[in-house]
């Protein structure tokens, strides 16, 4: 359950991403690969060459989805259930990946950000997005 | 004895379990990202930093330190003396790992063998606390934190996690 101060900064930080969603999922990706290179396997369309425009492109989608999870943060499960089902039919990300996909985000924030990265922005996100990952994953078996 | 994959030539992979100093293996970059950023970090700060925003955002590890007085919210973590002290002691015990960086079971043996029969402390802990610091660094760094910089510090952090882990019994 997310509190009122934590949701306030999960909607503050959103407004700073939000226009930006593709350059900001594209250097998510980028260092989601370049980190941890296992997570390649999942995206071979992309990997392969790492065009720009793909990233670009694929990191819009992924951040649309964020920014659909922050405007129903309230009612994630029923938010995100298409993707859900896409993860658990298709997909099949293994969860053990998502703690990494969250690491990175957090870092793409950390480095935009500096030192206005408050403890309490990354408390908050880090808690938001462990939420989102568990409904990801949550109809896999 | 046919050759294994993985094992270094000529060891048999017995021997190669009892050779602490078959380890993790950062190339030239690597160490370069790696300490060319040390050199510009207060590690007193950043360690109080590290140690701080880790008891803030996995409340869970304050388990450890029931004896470090006001816990309450984050400016009361991050602003209590025993938390800065004992970053502080964290991260530059941390130093030692950037010194002996192709050496880290050996460096940590003493310390694992504490945080293990002394301290008690569940090893996920350490990766925890390494991905903090990574994400302070990034903070510190901002640009200059590029996706290969990162990467050496997170296998940096992660190596040392596992050296950290390494005695446990």
Redesign the interface.
């Known amino acids: 359950m997310l509190s009122a101060q934590e949701r306030a900064q999960i909607t503050q930080v959103w407004d700073l991403i939000a226009g930006h969603e593709a350059q900001f999922g594209a250097?998510l990706l980028?260092?989601l690969f370049?980190?941890?290179p296992s997570t390649k396997g999942y995206f071979p369309h992309l990997s392969a060459c790492q065009d720009a425009a793909q990233l670009l492109s694929h990191g819009q989608r992924m951040l649309a989805a964020v920014g659909a999870a922050v405007q129903h943060m309230d009612n994630l499960r029923a938010a995100l259930s298409p993707l859900a089902d896409l993860h658990a039919l298709v997909l099949r990300v293994d969860p053990a990946n998502f703690p990494l996909l969250i690491?990175?985000f957090?870092?793409v924030l950390?480095?935009?950000?500096?030192?206005e990265?408050t403890?309490?922005m990354?408390?908050a996100w880090?808690k938001f997005l462990t939420g989102v990952a568990v409904v990801l994953t949550e109809k896999y078996r | 004895m046919g050759q294994i994959p993985g094992c270094k030539p000529g060891l048999e992979p017995q021997a190669q379990a009892l050779r602490p100093d078959i380890m993790v293996h950062f190339t030239a970059e690597e160490k370069a990202a790696i300490t060319s950023l040390w050199g510009k970090m207060n590690v007193e700060e950043a360690g109080g930093e590290a140690l701080?925003?880790l008891l803030?955002?996995y409340p869970w590890t304050q388990r450890f330190f029931d004896n470090f007085g006001n816990l309450s919210s984050?400016s009361a973590i991050?602003g209590n003396p025993k938390v800065k002290a004992h970053g502080k002691k964290v991260l530059t015990s941390f130093g030692d790992a950037i010194k002996n960086m192709d050496n880290l079971k050996t460096t940590f043996a003493k310390l694992s063998e504490l945080h293990c029969d002394k301290l008690h402390v569940d090893p996920e802990n350490f990766r925890l606390l390494g991905?903090v610091l990574?994400?302070?660094l990034?903070?510190?760094?901002?640009?200059e934190?590029t996706?290969?910089v990162?990467?050496a510090w997170?296998k940096l952090v992660s190596a040392v996690a596992i050296a950290l882990g390494h005695k446990y019994h």
């Open positions: 250097e980028l260092r370049t980190v941890y690491q990175c957090q870092v950390a480095s935009h950000l500096q030192a990265f403890v309490e990354q408390a880090d | 701080g925003r803030v955002v984050p991050l991905n990574v994400i302070i990034a903070t510190h760094f901002g640009k934190f996706p290969e990162q990467a997170q």
